[in-house]
């Protein structure tokens, strides 16, 4: 007797682990959840010149994240770049750029997720963000052209705060 109700509790057990697992990887911490640093020494800036400083800060907002970033400039002028998006690749609004007013993030088949910034409708930057198999680095690629016109390449590389 003792046996069939170990057996029962035991199936039951399973059943709802079962049924509770994918509920729990849906809800579960987006890895580049934090905050992050960008590390100047393994950061490449082609044509530059390179930002003094970015600290970027990602949250959870449902679907997606809420991300805030503080530049400063080679010429040492401090902004900050604000979004909340789901990983749809819908344009949501983008404050504080001066290069874009809407974003668009979506995850691609190798689990790196791609942003696309566009001003009024246009793009003006594609970047897509990798993180290290430790989770300790974030490499972002960034793809633009410049007011001159001429193709902007930039792989800026963040530490894990």
């Not at 805030?68 to 979004?83: I, L, P, Q, R």
């Not at 594609?126 to 198999?133: D, E, H, P």
């Amino acid at each position: 007797m003792r046996n069939a109700i170990f057996r029962t509790a035991l199936a039951a057990l399973m059943l709802s682990v079962a049924w509770l697992a994918p509920l729990a990887q849906a809800q579960s911490k987006d890895p580049v959840i934090g905050t992050w640093k960008i590390n100047p020494e393994k950061s490449k800036y082609n044509p530059g010149p390179p930002l003094k400083s970015v600290v970027t800060k990602f949250e959870p907002a449902g679907k997606g994240v809420k991300n805030t970033t503080d530049f400063t400039n080679a010429e040492g002028k401090a902004f900050t770049v604000t979004y909340t998006a789901d990983y749809d690749g819908k344009d949501n609004p983008l404050a504080g750029s001066p290069t874009a007013n809407t974003v668009a993030i979506k995850t691609l088949k190798d689990g790196s997720v791609e942003r696309v910034d566009k001003k009024d409708g246009k793009v003006t930057m594609t970047m897509v963000r990798t993180l290290s198999k430790d989770g300790k680095t974030m490499t972002v690629t960034q793809k633009a052209t410049n007011p001159q016109g001429k193709p902007v390449e930039n792989v800026l590389v963040f530490d894990r705060q």
